[in-house]
């Protein structure tokens, strides 16, 4: 004859351990995702593709159509427009051509071209500051500081200059 009232109770037991089981599992996960959370800051590298987007498209093989382009300068979205970049809107762009001459004197851009927000500047000024605190760190943007490459300007002329170009990249 079996005992109906030990199983039972080993029926409640078990359900006991395995909430038990449970919630101690809970508990170690809940740890161990606190202990190993990390933030990954991709906003240079992003910034660096931007711009490598941008060179690819305003000066393919290292020459500028800039009557093609001028018409893009008083443009808001020359990213989407003139390159078909899409997605650019958290992307601060500045590209100027400066051409070059013999004589020395200050570089008067020409052309200028830009995207985006102009006001999260400040945002990288109190990235350069080294009392931020790592928790404002984690916020700042991605920057490339502006770069300058060698161009010709209308593939058939042998007017050169330079592009100047940075980039931001908004979190």
């Not at 650019?88 to 004197?105: G, H, N, P, T, W």
Request: hydrophobic share 40%; glycine share 8%.
């Amino acid at each position: 004859m079996k005992n109906k009232r030990g199983a039972i109770d080993e029926g409640i037991m078990t359900i006991y351990r395995g909430i038990l089981v449970t919630i101690i599992a809970f508990f170690i996960l809940g740890v161990s995702a606190f202990a190993y959370s990390y933030h990954l800051d991709v906003g240079d590298a992003e910034a660096v593709i931007m711009a490598k987007k941008v060179v690819n498209c305003l000066a393919p093989e290292g020459s500028v159509d800039l009557v093609s382009i001028e018409k893009y300068k008083d443009s808001d979205n020359f990213l989407k427009e003139y390159c078909g970049i899409q997605g650019a809107e958290r992307f601060y762009v500045r590209v100027e051509f400066i051409e070059d001459k013999e004589e020395l004197s200050f570089e008067d851009s020409f052309l200028v071209l830009e995207q985006g927000q102009k006001n999260i500047g400040w945002l990288v000024e109190i990235s350069k500051d080294k009392d931020t605190t790592q928790n404002i760190r984690k916020y700042l943007p991605g920057v490339l500081e502006p770069f300058r490459s060698p161009v010709i300007f209308n593939k058939d002329s042998d007017k050169t200059g330079t592009m100047v170009m940075g980039v931001v990249v908004s979190v």
